[in-house]
């Protein structure tokens, strides 16, 4: 049912169909469920928390999908690894290529910004991590830093899921290449998603983007938001594809090869997508481009139906005798 003005609101990760407010509304609070997902087309008056479990204890990929959370109340209240002073939670700079932690007694931030993407990780193998502040009501406009390498860290500030195959199309002209990375803690690697795989971004979940040099800010709009049944990645689309899987016995890597009609053998903008090379990859399977390669290490590449006529190069990287 409509909460009345003032109720107390729960919305669980195991609903048929998730809430969109088409107007404004009050609520004495309002919790969700890792998983869950709300949007508002109105404005939301009283404080909404988000949770999000962590299924082991590894480095998660993360941003906040309210207004002004709480830095120091979250560290409080996380388990977060400890080392010295220092805690496990951290933001990406651009510039050094590096990343900025949380120590005790020092500036970091007072509250997470919206749209920004930050690590965490905690004590336990499993826990939960929860963001407590104000709705996002408002589109997001995120700048874009073009120093060192270009890499920047953002997170979807919104507690539904986003496309971002619409996103990376509508900033086309900042980005390096229509590609986001998001990293995947059961197989320790970072994923390449293009915007043909119209990948639906969790709440809560931050990934990394790519400037091309030129000022702005991306563009991530509350229109781009939507429901999805169930917190997992989606189903891929009818078309044939090729994963090609590499193991040492530890650690997981793969590289993807799409069949699409009207695609080329060159570099297809949306529908080829680059390696994540922020970070030295000692382990790593990958394609290059049937034509026009230039030695550019592909995640994803896209190329026409003709199955029996083209070769594809894959490479791989691993230490000298490994199995």
């Not at 962590?54 to 906040?64: G, I, T």
């Not at 120093?147 to 980005?175: D, E, K, R």
């Not at 229109?223 to 040492?248: I, K, M």
Request: aromatic share 12%; proline share 5%; with cysteine.
């Amino acid at each position: 049912a409509v909460p009345i003005p003032g109720d107390p609101v729960n919305i669980p990760n195991v609903a048929t169909n998730y809430p969109t407010a088409s107007g404004a509304i009050t609520v004495a609070s309002m919790s969700l469920e890792s998983g869950a997902s709300f949007i508002a087309n109105g404005a939301v008056t009283g404080t909404v928390t988000y949770e999000r479990n962590l299924s082991e204890s590894n480095w998660y990929y993360v941003s906040s999908p309210v207004v002004a959370a709480d830095v120091d109340a979250f560290v409080t209240a996380s388990g977060l690894e400890t080392q010295a002073t220092f805690k496990a939670l951290c933001y990406f700079d651009t510039f050094i290529n590096n990343w900025v932690c949380y120590e005790d007694g020092t500036g970091f931030e007072d509250t997470f910004t919206s749209g920004k993407g930050y690590i965490v990780n905690l004590v336990a193998s499993s826990g939960s991590i929860s963001f407590s502040g104000t709705m996002n009501t408002a589109d997001q406009a995120v700048p874009l830093d073009t120093s060192g390498s270009g890499y920047n860290l953002l997170g979807n500030p919104y507690p539904s899921f986003i496309n971002t195959g619409t996103m990376l199309s509508v900033n086309t002209a900042i980005l390096a290449t229509e590609t986001i990375w998001v990293f995947n803690a059961s197989t320790n690697s970072y994923e390449t998603k293009v915007t043909a795989d119209n990948f639906q971004l969790a709440p809560g979940q931050a990934f990394f983007i790519r400037s091309n040099g030129a000022a702005g800010s991306v563009a991530i709009n509350e229109a781009f938001q939507n429901h999805q049944g169930t917190d997992t990645f989606l189903r891929s689309p009818e078309r044939t594809e090729v994963y090609l899987t590499l193991s040492d016995g530890s650690v997981q890597k793969n590289t993807r090869i799409y069949y699409i009609d009207g695609t080329t053998t060159g570099f297809d903008n949306g529908y080829d997508g680059p390696m994540f090379r922020a970070f030295a990859d000692p382990f790593s399977i990958y394609t290059h481009l049937v034509a026009d390669g230039i030695g550019t290490d592909m995640g994803v590449q896209s190329i026409p139906t003709d199955y029996e006529n083209l070769v594809v190069p894959v490479g791989i990287s691993a230490s000298a005798g490994l199995e």
